[in-house]
Nanobody, 115 residues
Framework: QVQLVESGGGLVQAGGSLRLSCIYSGTIFSTLDWYRQAPGNQRELVAGITIGGSTNYADSVKGRFTISRDTFKNTLYLQMNNLKPEDTAVYYC???????????WGQGTQVTVSS
């Protein structure tokens, strides 16, 4: 059974930091990503990391967010610094199966940044 479980969300003041975690299991993923969805908005890609370790970021978070993973702990991270109110959203962990190419989603974790 494939599972992705996020944690680490919360309420933080603008300029603060949070680190999100996503523990994954059940399959090998070719890519692991963080998405977010704010009320009334479409879900958007925040950052991604490939099985080879290449990373990519949305322009809006470059220089502030860092995606990483610990393959021994099967955990994906998103370090978020200098948070802004516009970063407020539900953040989701996503994985693409290496062989199935199926998309798997976590349940999401709420991040709220107050001004």
């Amino acid at each position: 059974q494939v599972q992705l479980v996020e944690s680490g969300g919360g309420l933080v003041q603008a300029g603060g930091s949070l680190r999100l975690s996503c523990i994954y299991s059940g399959t090998i993923f070719s890519t692991l990503d963080w998405y977010r969805q704010a009320p009334g908005n479409q879900r958007e890609l925040v950052a991604g990391i490939t099985i080879g370790g290449s990373t990519n970021y949305a322009d809006s978070v470059k220089g502030r967010f860092t995606i990483s993973r610990d393959t021994f702990k099967n955990t994906l991270y998103l370090q978020m610094n200098n948070l802004k109110p516009e970063d407020t959203a539900v953040y989701y962990c996503n994985g693409v199966g290496r062989w199935s190419r199926a998309n798997y989603w976590g349940q999401g974790t709420q991040v709220t940044v107050s001004s």
